[in-house]
Antibody, heavy 124, light 108 residues
């Protein structure tokens, strides 16, 4: 059974860089998108970006200028860096696995395995 | 388009049927997936693809799609179904991932 274990600093000062890592245990790294998602207190889910096993990335346009997602396939890990954080970046950050494909006439995408989440607080 | 629209809140009487909807242009080419999130917990996938349930998800959860609208139906809602529900897909270009704003389900 695939599990995602995530870790990283939970308290940052404004202007610092958020850094989180997600390790994949018990499954293949290839054939999926690997995403980062965040949830500010009391708000909904926001997709940050994704990477696949070959290192191809897609980012939320609203965060693209500050986000870098990278992958280390030798360790089955992928990482998130978010630069110049502010209080607005305070949130629970999740990593997730995203299977995708098509039935020939319709596409599918979903996130079937999630990390437990890391609470990140930005405060001076 | 990269937006998915959900009603903010829905309520259902215990044991009754409730439908939660999600609208967006990308749903004309992508199946929506649905997630249940309870307070303090990570989201849990409940429906994916045409109408598939992961192992362990009760069969009272089902999904459907028509045009630009996807629906999550709970047939015989239970008290433990009270939660926030989010829909998700990729956008029409396939390059971005989008979430709906979430629907808070109250079981009365």
């Amino acid at each position: 059974q695939v599990q995602l274990q995530q870790w990283g600093a939970g308290l940052l000062k404004p202007s610092e860089t958020l850094s989180l890592t997600c390790a994949v245990y018990g499954g293949s790294f290839s054939g999926y998108y690997w995403s980062w998602i965040r949830q500010p207190p009391g708000k909904g889910l926001e997709w940050i970006g994704e990477i696949n096993h070959s290192g191809s990335t897609n980012y939320n346009p609203s965060l693209k200028s500050r986000v870098t997602i990278s992958v280390d396939t030798s360790k089955n890990q992928f990482s998130l860096k978010l630069s110049s954080v502010t209080a607005a970046d305070t949130a629970v950050y999740y990593c997730a696995r995203g299977p995708y494909g098509d039935y020939g006439y319709y596409y599918y995408y979903y996130m079937d395995v999630w990390g437990k989440g890391t609470t990140v607080t930005v405060s001076s | 388009s990269s937006e998915l629209t959900q009603d903010p809140a829905v309520s259902v009487a215990l044991g009754q049927t409730v439908r939660i909807t999600c609208q967006g242009d990308s749903l004309r080419s992508y199946y929506a997936s649905w997630y249940q999130q309870k307070p303090g917990q990570a989201p849990v996938l409940v429906i994916y693809g045409k109408n598939n349930r992961p192992s362990g998800i009760p069969d009272r959860f089902s999904g459907s799609s028509s045009g630009n609208t996807a629906s999550l139906t709970i047939t015989g809602a239970q008290a433990e179904d009270e939660a926030d529900y989010y829909c998700n897909s990729r956008d029409s270009s396939g390059n971005l991932v989008v979430f709906g704003g979430g629907t808070k389900l109250t079981v009365l």
